[in-house]
């Protein structure tokens, strides 16, 4: 019996080719977007899930009130080791920065991200370096490892494990440092790092009021986090009244425990922006997947009628109509079955593809335990979405009604198909809109005006610090020779998404976070902001290195000021005089707002500068590169023989880099939404006008025009795809609310979307319904009714 | 074998009954051949479908070998199918997808009979009816009397006692129609199978042992056929 059935059902998948293959077609283009995306989730929800203490690591972090932070000082590491019996392991870390060359006989490399951690934070984060993690001796020693890019390029053709010495900083600084071996970060880890540097303690002579480190800590098993949270704010705070810290600020301050699971994708200290990307991602996966299945759904009960007929002779034959129905959710199992294996055949094939857009080493090999389970389970759970009612509603033909001919099974269950055409053509409609929206949103991103001009403007690397404007002043006597060269500055961040630093500031008496940019003469000048009130910082004026300050307008709001040139700003033990206010400018991209921001020459809680930036004549722009390389030990002589730069411009494009990846990901999705959907929509009518073919021919033969017969097959789709429509715009305007407020500037949602959506919807569905009526329409009236 | 007693049939059509059938009474007793005739539109199909079960009469009594039909419950009435009744159609109603051997083959799946059975089963059939050659074709790729001898080939197979034939000549020139009343007669007389067939032709009727005459769904004439 299984076999026959098996055989009709190949028999009829031949026979309908067409429909078929739409079916399968669709419904595997869906499923290998579905595990191409899993993949993806998965990935993106399990870093650091290889580490074996995964569930018991948190990161100590602080809620500020205005902002939180993961930046600990690095007492609280000891005080947590000596007072919390409950926690295994703590361990801290602090990154370095700090741009440094080291340099072998055989080369040389650049090392940007270097992590200086404890011995006991290697540990937490299961780290391996060459030759098993050892403990460093003593208190000053520190373990050396570098990435094998790096280990490759400084010793090309080491072979043992002996530790090897490099030159650090630059030949004629002469500082010489040993290398233990290589490491390598597992790129599936929060923990990133081109090399790493091991030791026994770090921060020993930094107290309470540093907080530059990152304390994590392992706990035992079973421990009550809310319990230590609070335990772990207590010792924080009794550390820092005794070293009689920012008292006045302790009230409100707290201390908080952030799971490593959360660290990626929604850490407390940041936002949860990726983590809604990721679920979005994932819910639009599955909006395709059920787009597909509606489809199968629909185009398996539109074809009913030909099934009819069978149902009706085997169930006078003597067939249980359970017998029916399995046989039917048997014939769409292996459809579902053929579609997947054409799935993982797609997904491997688009693979690289995804890889590539979102940087991440998918593969269908490495996902296979999970989608050892998955795909099965996903198997059968849309066949029984698109098997189910189908097999129902065909085993349930009456077989009086079947064989007396001149049946039409498409009355008793249209208006469940149009249901759910409508719901997929909703879902259409949905990513047109979609589509449309983030598009303008991107466009925005790309010509809204920032506030500076980040054009022509070049970002020097440099590992010599300029806090000092008199030190700096000899950099740009020189670099201002060379031709082409408009101004110089130096700053602690460049905009671009650094991070700057924030500290607690006084006007009138209203105490207010700001955040903190050390800068040089012409920093305004050199990135184009605009002046509010004042003016910039002037040699002519003397103390303008010693005590001026420039705030910018948020900052202005935040203190209420309306006039504050002239007032003083306290911060850092220092009174500062506010000489201007510039316009905000969008540091931080479109997704931050603006924050309140003091500008200074002069801070003693400051960063070190070793970001140059040049606004250099675009015209002369290649010769003054060429100029800068040629001369640059020169011109700094301390920063070591390579002059190596960025674009600002680029610097600042990777802010939109995610966004840019989200619109890639929207508009393929989208397109697929709305492929799957015309291919349903062609197939259904097709079978419609097929079903409708005598119809069609009577009323030819009435005397109907063509038009006529084509204006009545497309007005029954017309009026669903309305219904659609009006179904999907409130469901637009909500998804695209709440999108766009994930960014603080944006596009003002207008009708436009909404209409052009509808517009093109409707476009597509005419044209595809009248490919398939025309054929119909132009059959010869005569040759169709003689065949009925 | 069948016994009706005032068997009522209606549609209701906006509150309007349309009787299809009225009053029908009869019996019909093993080996009989019954044709029933009538206009188009009498009712004699519907009266077919409610012998075969396909249909419930609205009022009435309907035995089949001595049991009430408004009480089988539905595994029953399968289990009758399987074992009891065969149907003939007027338009053959062969599945489109199986080949002739595969369609004959069909019933005894049902009715669970063993491989090496339903081979032999089969193959007897079709030497009986003489389209060995046509076994592995598709019904698309027969004649109509060719099809209606595969149609009548399944509805044999399974060996039941009834055979209920919807004007199973309606669709085929004369000599295949005659051809196809032949082998009725011989299965009537030589394997005692009891057989109902609707039919338009008198000379088709003249095959049978009785007649039915149906008019508005009242049996207006019970005859029996002389021979
Ligand atoms: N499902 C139905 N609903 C309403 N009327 C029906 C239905 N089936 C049959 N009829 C009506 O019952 C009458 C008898 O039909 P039928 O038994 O097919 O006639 P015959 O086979 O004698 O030509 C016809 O008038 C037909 O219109
Ligand atoms: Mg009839």
Redesign the interface.
Known sequence: ?FK?NL??AL??LK?NFVISMINIGGLSIALAAFILIVLYVNYETSYDKHNPNYENIYIVGRDLKDFKTNFTPPPLAEIIEQNCPEVALVGKMTPSNLEFPLISDAGRIYIKNTMVMNFNAAKIFDLHPQGGLKQPQGEIERLYYLNEASMRTLFPNKKDSMPELVLMGGKTLGLTAPIQGKIVPNPHSNLQFDGVAIGNNLGVAEGFGFPNYYTYIQVKPGTDIKALEAKIDRLMKAGMIKEKIDMGSLKNERVFLDPLANLHLKPQAGNDTNYKVVMALFILSMLIVVIACINFTNLTIAQANKRA??V?????????RQLLTMQFITEILIQCVLSMLLALMLAELFMPTFNNLFEVPLSLAAGAEELYWMLPLILLIVTFIAGVYPALILSGF???LV???NFEAGLQTSWIRKGLLVVQFSIAVIFIAGILIVNRQVEYLHTEDTGFEANQVLVIKNQMMYNKPEVFATFRDKVMKINGVKSATVANVVPGGEQTGSNGYTVEGREALLDFIDVDYDYFETLGIKLKSGRTFSKEFKSDTLNAAIINETAAAKYGLLDPVGKTIRGCNIDYKIIGVIKDFKSQGFEAAVQPTIYAMKNPCGNPRLSIMLKVDAAQMSAVLAALKAQWSGINRLDGEDFRYDFLDDLYGRLFKKQEQLKAVFFTASMLTVFIAVLGLFAFAKIMTSNRRKEIAVRKVLGASDFQVLKLLNSSFLWMLLIANVLAWPLVYLLARTWLDTFAYRVELSVVPFALAGVISLLLAVITVSLQATKAVQANPAAVLKHE | MITLSNIEKYYSNKGIKNYVLRHVTTQIHPGEFVSIMGPSGAGK?TLL?VL?M??QPTYGKYEFMGEDVSLLKE?KR??L??HH?G?V?Q?Y??????TVA?NI???L???KVGGAERKSRVADILDRFNIVAKKDLFPNQLSGGQQQLVGIA?ALV?QPSIILADEPTGNLQSTQALQIMDLFKKLNQEEGITIIQVTHSEVNATYGSRILHLLDGVIKEDEAVLT
């Open positions: 019996m026959l055989k009709i028999r009829n026979r007929k069978e009706g002779i085997k169930k006078v034959l003597g067939s249980y009456k077989p009086a064989l007396k001919g | 199909s479908n075969g396909l249909e595994s399968i289990e199918y399987r009744i149907f159609f338009a109603h062969l599945i489109d997808e199986m595969e083959e069909a019933p799946l049902y009715k399944r399974a």
